[in-house]
């Protein structure tokens, strides 16, 4: 395309809030063949909150709240946020918490009040040899429902189930038909659980799904597609997300999402919504054909 064509094009998206940062990522847009999808914070709003909380041990629900809310306290994951809104809620007091550290794709652990507690996934409380068989069938329920569970324990001991909700942008559905219908292939990629990203692959009208992908191999699934011949265009909010970003042939970042994933990123959705994926595609397409 003519330099002209391309400032066209960069104003009319930017017009839509899609601000594409360099002219070739609006030339190459046009020719994206798959789109990954982040789950939470893309699809999702990223705002989960609280919906269960199943004390197993001798706390009560505020009790099991409040520790894992002391814990989460030096964790920014979106996760956190959302057991510390909780306790705050309830007017919880927090303590404090000695040898905080945050396990990547898996939850914290610290200690508490001299226990030593862990929170998170399941696959955090198989690692650390936490029983939790007799509470998997619960979860698992939670998780078809589009919840994500975590654990609780303290000295190796289950104390509580706690799980989370984080509700689909409302325009997650049609953003994603459209791209569908413009003959793409579109794909979901998170760290969080398989029976939760089942739940909400299919409440979004998405058949292809990757779940439990480590922060680390998220840009493994990028160079995969790529090696299938696809073009790949790929669309994140979270630190996770910025090595994928990078290496998409056309990176899209959440506009409300972290800097890193921004900068990382050839395109900012200003407005959030998934809708600016299929508006960049188009206004990309309409360059091109200008040109001819
Ligand atoms: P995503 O951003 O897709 O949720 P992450 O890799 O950040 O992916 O997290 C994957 C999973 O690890 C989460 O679904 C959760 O079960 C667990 N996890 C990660 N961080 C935390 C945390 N701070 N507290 C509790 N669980 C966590
Ligand atoms: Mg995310």
Same mark, same amino acid.
């Given at each position: 395309?003519?330099?002209?064509?391309?400032?066209?094009?960069?104003?009319?998206?930017?017009?839509?809030?899609?601000?594409?940062?360099?002219?070739?990522?609006?030339?190459?847009?046009?020719?994206?063949?798959?789109?990954?999808?982040?789950?939470?914070?893309?699809?999702?709003?990223?705002?989960?909150?609280?919906?269960?909380?199943?004390?197993?041990?001798?706390?009560?629900?505020?009790?099991?709240?409040?520790?894992?809310?002391?814990?989460?306290?030096?964790?920014?994951?979106?996760?956190?946020?959302?057991?510390?809104?909780?306790?705050?809620?309830?007017?919880?007091?927090?303590?404090?918490?000695?040898?905080?550290?945050?396990?990547?794709?898996?939850?914290?652990?610290?200690?508490?009040?001299?226990?030593?507690?862990?929170?998170?996934?399941?696959?955090?409380?198989?690692?650390?040899?936490?029983?939790?068989?007799?509470?998997?069938?619960?979860?698992?329920?939670?998780?078809?429902?589009?919840?994500?569970?975590?654990?609780?324990?303290?000295?190796?001991?289950?104390?509580?189930?706690?799980?989370?909700?984080?509700?689909?942008?409302?325009?997650?559905?049609?953003?994603?038909?459209?791209? *569908?219908?413009?003959?793409?292939?579109?794909?979901?990629?998170? $760290?969080? %659980?398989? +029976?939760? !990203?089942? &739940?909400? =692959? @299919?409440?979004?009208?998405?058949?292809?799904?990757?779940?439990?992908?480590?922060?680390?191999?998220?840009?493994?699934?990028?160079?995969?597609?790529? *090696?299938?011949?696809?073009?790949?265009?790929?669309?994140?909010? $979270?630190? %996770?997300? +910025?090595? !994928?970003? &990078?290496? =998409? @042939?056309?990176?899209?970042?959440?506009?409300?999402?972290?800097?890193?994933?921004?900068?990382?990123?050839?395109?900012?959705?200003?407005?959030?919504?998934?809708?600016?994926?299929?508006?960049?595609?188009?206004?990309?397409?309409?360059?091109?054909?200008?040109?001819?």
């Amino acid at each position: 395309a003519t330099p002209m064509s391309v400032m066209v094009g960069v104003g009319k998206a930017a017009e839509a809030g899609v601000l594409i940062r360099n002219g070739q990522a609006l030339q190459t847009a046009s020719k994206i063949t798959a789109m990954i999808l982040d789950k939470t914070g893309t699809i999702t709003e990223g705002t989960p909150k609280v919906t269960e909380i199943v004390p197993l041990a001798v706390e009560d629900e505020a009790g099991v709240l409040r520790l894992a809310a002391t814990l989460e306290q030096g964790s920014e994951h979106p996760l956190a946020q959302s057991i510390v809104e909780s306790a705050k809620e309830r007017e919880l007091s927090l303590g404090s918490v000695e040898g905080f550290n945050a396990i990547a794709g898996h939850g914290v652990e610290g200690r508490v009040e001299s226990r030593t507690l862990l929170f998170g996934n399941e696959k955090l409380m198989r690692e650390r040899q936490v029983d939790i068989d007799q509470h998997l069938e619960q979860a698992q329920t939670l998780a078809a429902q589009a919840q994500t569970p975590m654990y609780l324990a303290a000295d190796g001991k289950l104390l509580a189930l706690i799980a989370v909700a984080d509700p689909i942008k409302a325009d997650s559905v049609a953003a994603i038909q459209r791209l *569908q219908h413009n003959g793409i292939r579109v794909v979901m990629l998170t $760290g969080d %659980n398989r +029976a939760t !990203a089942k &739940a909400v =692959a @299919d409440q979004v009208g998405i058949g292809e799904f990757f779940a439990e992908v480590l922060p680390e191999d998220k840009s493994a699934k990028v160079a995969e597609l790529q *090696q299938q011949g696809e073009v790949v265009g790929m669309t994140g909010d $979270g630190i %996770n997300d +910025a090595p !994928a970003l &990078a290496l =998409a @042939d056309v990176g899209f970042a959440i506009g409300t999402g972290t800097d890193v994933a921004i900068e990382s990123a050839d395109v900012t959705l200003m407005r959030g919504s998934l809708h600016g994926l299929a508006d960049a595609i188009a206004v990309s397409r309409a360059t091109l054909r200008n040109i001819r």
